[in-house]
């Protein structure tokens, strides 16, 4: 049996999209919060927070949001977070704890933390989990259950904090791991930014040509691009932000991406089908040891239905 006691006093959370509604959700349904705040400068995602019973009171301005806040959530776009830390600085108590939910970790720790008032616990991290939708709407209680949450927190990080943290995220079902900023953003352009990227491009790419129809394009969209579509459909917003704030990272890591696809086309164009056979064998196993991990279940197609 989960231990009913709240982790948090007052969470507050700035940012009623997708992972702010589903931190909410989460809080609520695990006990992690004795009260939970909304705030968000769009008056329809407030509304609809509000509608959903998301929180116990809601703001149309961070600054009102945190005031007497234990734990205050930055769960807005990346090129949001100074703004936002510049507008809630003056309102945090003394001894909360400030974090945040970006896809990017370095950039976040060096244009927050200097704004972060002392005696307040700066500590960024990020929940490796979402979905292509968006909005108060779509988010939902079980989203971090069994998903990793990362935190990076600084050197100078004070450890009590950094465990009650800890101990707020898995509440809500995370399990968490700890590591450097650098080292986040390095791991996260390759299995998460780069493919993101690529996905766009692709759907761009099929968009643009000449030689085919939109409606081929949807009419034939078979698995990979179908998926590649739903990776595409992911908030434009964040996603600009991210790679914007992890440009170096996401270069080298798209650097290496195009040796290896020259290696690639090379093997294609000379007829090589050892090389290719290797290299699908090879990636045939890392979907296996994904879904061995638990990070994916082996349902055929991804669990959609079909016709018998």
């Known amino acids: 049996m989960s231990d009913a006691t709240p982790t948090i006093g007052k969470l507050a959370i ?15 349904h695990s006990g992690a919060a004795s009260e939970i705040v909304i705030a968000d400068t769009g008056a329809d995602n407030l509304a609809k927070a509000r509608a959903l019973g998301l929180a116990d009171s809601y703001h ?8 007497g806040a234990d734990l205050v959530i930055l769960a807005v776009p990346v090129g949001a977070m100074t703004t936002v830390a510049t507008d809630i600085a003056p309102g945090l108590k003394a001894g909360a704890i400030v974090s945040d939910v970006g896809s990017v970790k370095n950039s976040v720790l060096k244009s927050v933390g200097p704004l972060v008032p002392a005696g307040v616990h700066f ?22 259950d069994g998903r990793w949450c990362i935190l990076t927190p600084p050197e100078d990080a004070d450890p009590a904090a950094l465990g009650t943290l800890s101990a707020f995220w898995t509440k809500l079902g995370s399990k ?6 650098d080292h986040h953003d390095l791991v996260l352009a390759i299995t998460s930014h780069v493919p993101h990227l690529i996905a766009y491009n692709i759907v761009g790419t099929a968009n643009d040509l000449e030689t ?10 078979a698995g990979g691009f179908r998926d590649f579509t739903r990776i595409a459909a992911s908030d434009p917003t964040m996603w600009r932000d991210v790679f914007l704030n992890n440009k170096d990272a996401v270069l ?5 991406f195009s040796e290896d696809l020259t290696a690639l ?17 090879h990636t045939r196993d890392i979907r296996k040891r994904i879904i061995d991990a638990g ?14």
């Open 60 to 67: 149309s301005t961070a600054t009102e949001a945190v005031g």
């Open 252 to 256: 080298e890591m798209l650097g290496r």
């Open 295 to 308: 990070q994916d279940d082996d349902t055929p197609d991804f669990g959609r239905p079909h016709d018998s």
């Open 212 to 221: 085919v129809t939109r409606s081929e394009v949807i009419k034939y969209s």
């Open 265 to 281: 086309q090379r093997a294609i164009r000379w007829g090589d089908g050892d090389a290719l056979f290797d290299l699908f064998t």
């Open 14 to 28: 700035i940012g009623g999209g997708l992972i702010g509604s589903s931190v909410a959700l989460a809080a609520r």
């Open 176 to 181: 968490v791991d700890i590591m450097t900023a």
């Open 123 to 144: 500590i960024p991290g990020h929940p490796v989990a979402g979905t292509e939708q968006s909005g108060p709407e779509a988010g939902f209680a079980s989203l971090f």
